[in-house]
T-cell receptor, first 115, second 113 residues
Framework: NAGVTQTPKFRVLKTGQSMTLLCAQD?????MYWYRQDPGMGLRLIHY???????AKGEVPDGYNVSRLKKQNFLLGLESAAPSQTSVYFC??????????????FGEGSRLTVL | KQEVTQIPAALSVPEGENLVLNCSFT??????LQWFRQDPGKGLTSLLL???SQREQTSGRLNASLDKSSGRSTLYIAASQPGDSATYLC????????????WGAGTKLIIKP
């Protein structure tokens, strides 16, 4: 019973490098989210998807791109990493936006450091 | 714009006490509300989900209530234990923002042995 799986769990990048974080869920959920969590800032939504092939911007989308080519996967890309993107990134999924059973499930997080 | 506030920001109590964490929102257009706990360096674990048609949910020593009319949700923890020490976050699904989740900043709870 994997739930939501994020890879990698840790990564150190140099400024200007690119990378992709992968989120995979095995619960057939429609909605998927990428958040970042910084000390004193709480959770901030980067991008989200309401279904396969769809993506939308959240609160802090600049510097990130996402893709949802398959329903079970939601990728978060950093094209040119900056120190301000040092953070812990969380992926989450839920069944639908309005379902009464729309419980949100989280991955364990990916800790990214940009030097 | 919907905002979610959690009070207190931090709480330290002796083991065995019953305690209440508060979550308030500015707009009654909350569809459902979910409580999470987060341990240091870990992800978020769902504790309770109060659906739009419900007023409360219980799981073991935890009880969460939702009063949309007053814009409040409470998480009651009975007979607290040191293992309950964590940060507790609430999140509401906001009907007025395309059913997006609106997060509180969390309450850091410390249970002293």
């Amino acid at each position: 019973n994997a739930g939501v799986t994020q890879t990698p769990k840790f990564r150190v990048l140099k400024t200007g490098q690119s990378m992709t974080l992968l989120c995979a869920q095995d619960m057939n959920h429609e909605y998927m989210y990428w958040y970042r969590q910084d000390p004193g800032m709480g959770l901030r939504l980067i991008h989200y998807s309401v279904g396969e092939g769809t993506t939308a911007k959240g609160e802090v989308p600049d510097g990130y791109n996402v893709s949802r080519l398959k329903k079970q996967n939601f990728l978060l890309g950093l094209e040119s990493a900056a120190p301000s993107q040092t953070s812990v990134y969380f992926c989450a999924s839920r069944r639908t936006g309005t379902s009464n059973t729309g419980e949100l499930f989280f991955g364990e997080g990916s800790r990214l450091t940009v030097l | 714009k919907q905002e979610v506030t959690q009070i207190p920001a931090a709480l330290s109590v002796p083991e065995g006490e019953n305690l209440v964490l508060n979550c308030s929102f500015t707009d009654s257009a909350i569809y459902n509300l979910q409580w999470f706990r987060q341990d240091p360096g870990k992800g978020l674990t769902s504790l309770l989900l109060i659906q739009s048609s419900q007023r409360e949910q219980t799981s073991g020593r935890l009880n969460a209530s939702l009063d949309k009319s007053s814009g409040r949700s409470t998480l009651y923890i009975a007979a607290s234990q040191p293992g309950d020490s964590a940060t507790y976050l609430c999140a509401g699904v906001d009907m007025d923002s395309n059913y997006q989740l609106i997060w509180g900043a969390g309450t850091k709870l410390i249970i002293k042995p």
